[in-house]
């Protein structure tokens, strides 16, 4: 557990009920909208029968502990095709090197929700969505422009049909995983 406030030092809940500072090397996330999946940033695009995701901003209290999430519902419908997608997924970055990325999610419902999380190189990767926040890493090497996060729903690709989840702190960057750096 961390927490972060305005104007005070990170610390760190994890091992001691004492705390200890958090000290980390000096990170960027990449993503531009961190926290805002309803801005234009970030793509909503179906194929197929699916349905284009719905967001819902400041839905849900975050892993910070404010109202801060978003809330998403992904849907296709009772489809198995492949062309069925509902997905959620960041602008293109230009980028060479070796990066992580990553987001916090947990399901609304209580119901587990299966989804596909893909790498910047495309690389699908299963997730199950619970009730309790996580928080999904990918890591990669890229040397092209590419689109560092995609969430979705697909029918060829054993997920769920329907999704209803909450969101919070996507992030992209250089090397290995940091603590939630929000961007605006």
């Known amino acids: ?10 610390i760190d809940y994890t091992d001691s009920a004492d705390g200890v500072l958090l000290l980390e090397p000096q990170r960027t996330n990449l993503i531009t909208y961190s926290n805002d999946f309803s801005n234009s940033f970030w793509g909503k695009t179906k ?3 699916g349905v284009v995701p719905v ?3 400041n839905y849900a ?3 910070d502990g404010t109202q801060n999430a978003d809330r998403i519902i992904f849907d296709i419908g009772t489809s198995t095709s492949s062309s069925d997608i509902s997905q959620l997924q960041a602008s293109s970055i230009v980028m060479s090197g070796d990066y992580t990325n990553s987001l916090y999610l947990k399901s ?12 910047p190189d495309g690389s699908a990767i299963s997730i199950t969505i619970t009730s309790v926040w996580q928080r999904f890493t990918t ?11 995609k969430l ?3 029918g060829n690709e054993s997920t769920s049909k329907y999704a ?3 969101i919070y702190g996507a992030q992209l960057e250089v090397g290995s995983l940091s603590s939630y750096i929000p961007t605006q």
Do not use: K
């Open 55 to 57: 967001v819902t901003s």
């Open 164 to 166: 209803d989840i909450s």
């Open 108 to 119: 609304n419902t209580g119901t587990e929700y299966d989804m596909t999380l893909l790498e």
């Open 1 to 10: 557990i961390e927490v972060v406030e305005n104007d005070r030092p990170r």
């Open 152 to 154: 979705r729903l697909r």
């Open 139 to 149: 890591a990669d090497t890229v040397n092209a422009t590419d689109i560092p996060i």
């Open 47 to 49: 194929g197929g029968v």
């Open 61 to 63: 209290t975050s892993p």
